[in-house]
Structure formats: structure tokens, C-alpha cells
């Protein structure tokens, strides 16, 4: 079946600490991004990366770092600049040239700081 | 920043009757979508529609877009308990896919 997978869902990470989450899509799509979702903030953007070996910043992006060397894989970097981690992490994919802005979403990452 | 404010924030209904949620944003759009999360997933795709298409219909899901008033509505007719999620919707303001959502309403239907 074709579909987006993130790993892991769950992760613990130490303060100072840079953990990196892991997208594959195998649905042959142009674009991925990745959302951070706070409860009571709906998402917000980090990062997108609509062709390999390129990639936009989003609306948060500080601390946060990305990679497209596949258009298959797009693993996001949570550094231990971004002050405050612990979020819900979704990864979508969408076909850029259907110009509809379907989006197609994994079933996210959780990241715990302790 | 968001671009989609939903309302209300939290919904609760008794199973058969109908959920109406409201979606405002602030600039032009090309389309507007509605999401729904069930607790602790991803995001599913319900349902598009295009700045230039004022209602659309997909089973049990009714969409209304006024593009004057910069709001979008989004009515569950018959609600069931399996409705219950959050739901999102999410605007594109450039070409390039790339989406702005709100902050949800979360939508609780009673058995």
C-alpha cells in the first residue's frame, strides 16, 4: 500500500540533545513538508522541499534542519536550538503538479524533552 | 501565522444530529480544504473547494464557501459516533501547495 511512514512515533530526547525523524513516502509525490502541532495551535509549517536537493523555510523553522537527497525521503533535525521541542511532528506529501494542495500525512512522530 | 480560524473551538453532539463547523481566513485564496484527525494521528483529506465553487457535496459532508466574507463552512448531516476527530481547515494563498491551517474545531458526537 502506498502511503507516507514516520518513525518513530515516539521519542524521548535529553535537553541538548539533536534527534532526527524519519519520512518515506512511496507515492511518487513532488513535495513533502513538515508541521509541528501544539495542542490548541492547530500546524505550523517548518520546512517544505518541493524538488530533491531543495527546500523552503516555513513559519518556524529556527532550530530545525532538513535534507532531500531522495525524492522518497525527507528527515527533519530537531536541534538543541529549538527551545522548547516537545510537539506532535507531521510529515505530508502532495503532487505538485495537480495544483490542488491535497496534502497526504503520515501519522506523525511525538517528541518528549525530559 | 494562521491564516484559518476555526469556529467553535469544541463541538459536542448527540449521535443523528447535524455538526456545522466555520472556518474565516484573512487573504485571497485558490482553494480552501477541510482536514480531520482522529486523536494522536495524521491528517485525513475530506474535501476541496475552489475559490470559484460556492457549495460542494461529498456523502454525509456539505462545504459552503463565501469568498466575500472570507469563510468557509463545513456541515456533518447525520453525525455518528465515529465522527468524532478534529477538524481542520486549510487554505493555499501561493502556488506551490503550500498550506496554512487553522487552529481546529474538535467535534465530539455522544452514543
Known amino acids: 500500500d502506498g502511503g507516507i511512514t514516520q518513525s518513530p512515533k515516539y521519542l524521548f530526547r535529553k535537553e541538548g540533545q539533536n534527534v532526527t525523524l524519519s519520512c518515506e513516502q512511496n507515492l511518487n509525490h513532488d513535495a513533502m513538508y513538515w508541521y509541528r502541532q501544539d495542542p490548541g495551535q492547530g500546524l505550523r509549517l517548518i520546512y517544505y522541499s518541493q524538488i530533491v536537493n531543495d527546500f523552503q523555510k516555513g513559519d518556524i523553522a529556527e532550530g530545525y534542519s532538513v535534507s532531500r537527497e531522495k525524492k522518497e525521503s525527507f528527515p527533519l533535525t530537531v536541534t538543541s536550538a529549538q527551545k522548547n521541542p516537545t510537539a506532535f511532528y507531521l510529515c505530508a506529501s502532495s503532487i505538485l503538479a495537480a495544483n490542488t494542495g491535497e496534502l497526504f500525512f503520515g501519522e506523525g512522530s511525538r517528541l518528549t524533552v525530559l | 501565522s494562521q491564516q484559518g480560524e476555526e469556529d467553535p473551538q469544541a463541538l459536542s453532539i448527540q449521535e443523528g444530529e447535524n455538526a456545522t463547523m466555520n472556518c474565516s481566513y484573512k487573504t485571497s485564496i485558490n482553494n480552501l480544504q477541510w482536514y480531520r484527525q482522529n486523536s494522536g494521528r495524521g491528517l485525513v483529506h475530506l474535501i476541496l473547494?475552489?475559490?470559484?465553487?460556492r457549495e460542494k457535496h461529498s456523502g454525509r459532508l456539505r462545504v459552503t464557501l463565501d469568498t466575500s466574507k472570507k469563510s468557509s463552512s463545513l456541515l456533518i448531516t447525520a453525525s455518528r459516533a465515529a465522527d468524532t476527530a478534529s477538524y481542520f481547515c486549510a487554505t493555499d494563498m501561493e502556488y506551490g501547495n503550500k498550506l496554512v491551517f487553522g487552529a481546529g474545531t474538535i467535534l465530539r458526537v455522544k452514543s
Open positions: 473547494i475552489r475559490s470559484n465553487e
